[in-house]
Every structure is written in C-alpha cells, then in structure tokens.
C-alpha cells in the first residue's frame, strides 16, 4: 500500500498541480513532506514497536496513514495537501518497519521465514509497477483523488485481518529513549532534508551544506546518546555483525541504481517514445513479474547455493541488463531494446532483495526486531532519496544549459 501510494502520486502530479493551483515549487513539497516526516520518524516507529507492541503500532500506523490518504483525497488547497502528506509519512514511518517486524516474529526462523521475507521484499517492485499503470488510469480517465480514497477499504481491511490473525508481541518493560528519539528524529530529518534539497539547489548550496552538517552532528550525538542509553531506541549492537552491517551498505547503494532504472526508463517511454503513463506502466510489468516470480525461488536457491552467491549473482545479471538498457536509442523496439534487458533487471531485484532483506535482520533478538527492521527501512529510504536528488539534480542541469542553448 505505501509503495503502490507513491507511485499513484508520482503519476497523479500534472493534474493536482492543475486542480490546485500548485506552484513548481511547492508542487515538489508534496514528496518533500512525506519524505521528511518518514525519514525522521523511521527509526521512533520501529522502536516503538518493540517496546508498545508491534500489532498494535502497526494498527496505529494503518489507521493514520489510511485517515490521512482520507484528508488527501478531500483537501481543497495547497497547504492542506502539503500537511496531510506530512501525516501520512508518520503513518508509513511507523507502518513500514512493523510489517518486517512481524513477519520476524510471526515466522519461524529458517526457510519459512525466509520465504516470507523474500515475499515482502518483491512487493516494491511489483508495487511500483502497479502503482505507475492505476496511478496514470485514475489520473487520466477519472480523478487524482481516486487514488487516495482506495487506501482507506485497504487500511480498514488490513487493521480487521490483523486483529483477527495477527498475535499481539510482548511488551517491554523500561523508560523509552525520549533523547535518543528526539535527537535521532531531528538528526534523520536534517539529513533528509539536505537531500532533497540538494536536489533543487546543489550540493554545494549554503542551505543543503548547512542542512547535512546539522544532520550529520545530530546523529553523532545520537550515537553517543546511545551508548550511555539502559534502553536505547537504535541498539548499537545491531551493527556488531558484519553481515547486517554489510546489508545496509549494499542495500543503500543497491536502491540507488535501481531508482536510476525507473527515473530514466520512464522518462525515455514517456518524452521520446511517446508513451502514456499508463502505458509506461504497462511496460514495466513483464519485468516486474519476473521480478516476483524469481523472489518466490530465492528461499530454495539461498538453500542450495547459499545467500551470498544469489546475491552476487542476481547484482551481476542487473548490471547487465542496465549496460545493455544504456544502448536505447529514439529507434529502439520495445521488445529488443527495452523487453529483454528490463527482464535481466527484474531477474536482478527479485534475486537480490531478499537475500538483502534476511542479511539485514540475521540473528536479531526478537526484543530488536523492530529496531532492525527500522534499519533496513532507513537504508531503503536513504538509498533512494540520494539517488532521486542526483537524478533530479542532473535534469535540472540539463534544462538550464537547454535554456542557455536557447538564449
């Protein structure tokens, strides 16, 4: 639901800017707000979960998205939008890391949780896919609002199944890391904003320099805050294994290519072939299916050859399939050019994100399970808002030499 979200938003832009009346820039702080408030509260939502119960945070966290997605749809003014979207990524800070959180406690450790978890990882792929195709119908042939209102049946349904289904986790007894919290939410929240804006005014603009400094000391301190913490909301020693920490690296990297597929892909169906939005969707699908099907082998082909080859092996067939995606032309066949090579990237994602995913939360505790989830988001999250600014960033040097051009 929250991948499948961002992608109707993506689509649905052009027509809230019109209903609206958005300006350029404050059409960007409809990503911006919700960018902001799920970066900085990430790591709180998921150690909330530990200590409060993880059904219940994750009730909480369906219920403040699906009401705010509720606002969204309602909203008659710029502003208003802006704060909903702000609420709404609260809601996915605190719903994101919960979902990984039960799947760890709900699942036996072995295959049957790995099979769950490479389950969970396909979904962003296949979300994505999804959300570009119904995102670009409900914009075109309907309303931009439509997509927001189908989040609250999917919320309402979701909070009944998971209070019929779901045992609630125990609770944890102990003072909550109110500084460690604070800090890490200003501190996260800092560096995101440094990201995003470096994406309008460069990395070596006074206000992304200032932003990414402030970020930076915030979370050093909230490294020290940590160390002296009886509980604290991000344990230190999540990092203590080499493979968990390795995953986080690899995973924050790993994004950042693969945002790189879809900003371009999109903008090359779109601005030179000529394609819809909804038809840029549909072309994406056949590699996102791929995608899903080969996540559904990875639990059986971690158990053969092991972890560490799946991955190594479906990064491999990624990068071909970018190498040979960067060969497009204006004369390039869909089938050929973009079919095949799309097909070798989704081999490459269903592959590695689970392996990714398990790496990530190897041999946590369960009272730590939250927090690593948090991990895995926050590396998600940053591995994509970074590489969206460099894209963006680059698109923007391109229209401002196109208007010196032209002068």
Not at 124 to 133: F, P, Q, W
Not at 308 to 333: D, E, F, R
Request: with cysteine; net charge positive; hydrophobic share 55%.
């Amino acid at each position: 639901m929250i991948v499948l979200d961002i992608s109707i938003v993506i689509t649905g832009l052009p027509k809230i800017k019109q209903e609206l009346g958005f300006s350029d820039a404050g059409l960007s702080w409809i990503s911006n707000a919700y960018t902001l408030t799920f970066g900085g509260f990430l790591l709180l939502g998921a150690r909330a979960g530990d200590i409060l119960g993880r059904r219940r945070m994750f009730v909480r966290g369906l219920a403040i998205f699906a009401l705010s997605s509720l606002t969204i749809g309602l909203v008659q003014s710029p502003s208003w939008l802006v704060a909903a979207r702000a609420i709404q990524g609260l809601g996915s800070a605190i719903l994101a890391p919960s979902t990984l959180a039960l799947l760890q406690t709900n699942f036996a450790a072995g295959a049957e949780r790995n099979r769950a978890i490479a389950l969970y990882a396909s979904t962003a792929g296949v979300s994505a896919s999804i959300g570009l195709v119904l995102g670009g119908i409900l914009a075109d042939w309907y309303s931009w609002r439509v997509g927001f209102f189908i989040n609250i049946p999917i919320g309402m349904a979701l909070i009944w199944a998971a209070k019929q289904y779901i045992p609630e986790t125990e609770k944890h007894s102990g003072k909550f890391d109110l500084a460690g919290a604070l800090v890490s939410t200003l501190g996260m929240s800092a560096l995101v904003f440094g990201v995003v804006q470096s994406a309008i005014s460069g990395w070596g603009h006074t206000l992304t320099l200032q932003a990414l400094a402030v970020g930076v000391l915030l979370l050093a301190l909230f490294v020290g805050i940590e160390l002296r913490a009886k509980q604290p909301i991000m344990p230190l020693r999540l990092f203590a294994s080499k493979e968990r920490s390795g995953a986080y690296v690899v995973r924050v990297l790993f994004l950042g290519a693969n945002v790189g597929f879809f900003f371009f892909s999109t903008q090359y169906m779109q601005a030179v072939r000529g394609f819809s939005p909804a038809l840029t969707g549909l072309a994406f699908l056949p590699a996102m299916l791929t995608n899903f099907l080969v996540a559904l082998s990875v639990p059986n082909l971690i158990r053969q050859i092991g972890a560490s080859k799946v991955l190594i092996g479906s990064i491999v067939i990624g990068l071909i399939g970018m190498l040979w995606l960067s060969q497009v032309s204006s004369t390039t066949s869909y089938m050929s050019g973009l079919l095949l090579p799309m097909l070798l990237i989704g081999i490459g994602q269903g592959g590695a994100m689970g392996p990714l995913t398990i790496s990530g939360v190897a041999d946590v505790a369960i009272q730590d399970a939250g927090a690593a989830s948090g991990l895995v988001n926050a590396a998600h999250q940053l591995g994509i808002h970074l590489a969206w600014a460099y894209r963006l960033r680059q698109r923007l040097w391109a229209q401002e030499r196109s208007a010196g051009q032209t002068c």
